[in-house]
């Protein structure tokens, strides 16, 4: 992606706000660190995308569709099934991997699926949650609709994200990738800053390939992989939502998502796997360690560096952790417009 200007930011400052921003919309203390911790931990991670920039419209989002207690619709042997009221996307889903966990520690699995929840940022906070108490994460979600049927003009299913983890004494492996070849929030990012698209993100409404970020918001995204993107996406709508009994990526439109009075009808999926269940943990970590350097002594093309998944992102997180994470000036001009409406301090002033 292109560099664009931005100041930079110590965690602490983005948490202050968006406390601020949390308490002006009603939601209760408690809750603050579920959404904060997902939304900033992406912006320590690089995936700007997915930060603190979404807040102000989980806040809205809060206030427009009032949400109902969380619900524990089925409970039972290693599964288990919530209704989500309408909260916000993060807190749903800290009680669902939370639940899949607890399960894999009494049955080796545990599966959690949610229903009736909001967006809930960067797939990957929720498996690293998982890796980080050693166990295997894994989720997925349903999302707007925006893909086409390989060779097809009408959307019929979302990019549908999923991300896996692997817990790991260095640093977390995990993968986190959407079906689409780009995550729409990246599209909109380069409409914010006025910037092209790369070739082969998007086709415009009429199906002709273009590089406008707007012409590609109107039209359709395209999948990884040609068709296979397509059939991952179409696969994780039916594990979600036909277990789920709704949820499905056509229900989920772009006017009911962050914004808007209707419910955002997403579902998730959450599964946790004890890997103590079946390798004790040195003979585990034994075995990553070899896989780690077998990796990395992989032979280079010139120029080229090699990363693990996930690797990349904690190198991101260990920099910005330490000398501050850039926010792009034209998101600060979006938050401190926000805080002008609703009577908060501007973020810089924190």
Request: glycine share 8%; hydrophobic share 40%.
């Amino acid at each position: 992606m292109v560099q664009v200007d931005s100041m930079l930011f110590k965690e602490e400052q983005l948490y202050s706000w968006g406390e601020k921003v949390l308490d002006e919309c009603g939601l209760p203390k408690e809750d603050h660190k579920y959404v904060l911790d997902a939304l900033i931990f992406s912006n320590l991670r690089g995936v700007d995308t997915h930060g603190i920039n979404l807040v102000t419209s989980y806040a809205q989002k809060y206030k427009d569709v009032p949400p109902s207690h969380i619900k524990v619709i089925i409970d039972k042997g290693a599964v288990a099934l919530i209704d989500g009221g309408a909260n916000m996307g993060a807190i749903v889903s800290n009680r669902a991997i939370n639940f899949a966990i607890e399960k894999a520690s009494n049955f080796g699995i545990g599966l959690a699926l949610a229903k009736n929840s909001n967006h809930f940022g960067a797939a990957a906070h929720y498996p690293i949650l998982a890796a980080n108490r050693g166990f295997i994460g894994f989720c997925s979600t349903t999302a707007l609709v925006n893909l086409a049927p390989w060779g097809g003009l009408d959307m019929i299913v979302g990019k549908n994200p999923f991300a896996i983890s692997f817990p790991y004494e260095k640093f977390p492996i995990v993968l986190d990738v959407s079906c689409s070849v780009a995550a729409r929030q990246k599209v909109v990012a380069c409409a914010r800053e006025g910037l092209p698209i790369p070739q082969g993100w998007a086709v415009d409404k009429n199906g002709n390939p273009t590089i406008d970020a707007k012409e590609a918001l109107e039209g359709l995204f395209l999948p990884m992989g040609e068709h296979k993107g397509v059939g991952i996406a179409i696969m994780i709508d039916l594990l979600v939502a036909a277990l789920c009994q709704g949820g499905y990526s056509t229900e989920v439109k772009l006017d009911n998502v962050l914004t808007g009075s209707e419910p955002s009808h997403i579902g998730h999926i959450f599964i946790a796997i004890d890997p103590s269940f079946f390798i004790e943990g040195s003979a585990r970590n034994d075995q990553l360690n070899s896989f780690y350097k077998r990796f990395h002594a992989c032979r280079r093309i010139k120029g080229k560096e090699i990363f693990l998944p996930g690797e990349i992102e904690w190198n991101n997180f260990q920099e910005r952790r330490k000398n501050g994470i850039p926010i792009a000036k034209t998101i600060i001009k979006e938050l401190d417009e926000y805080s002008d409406k609703h009577s908060i301090p501007h973020i810089c002033d924190l």
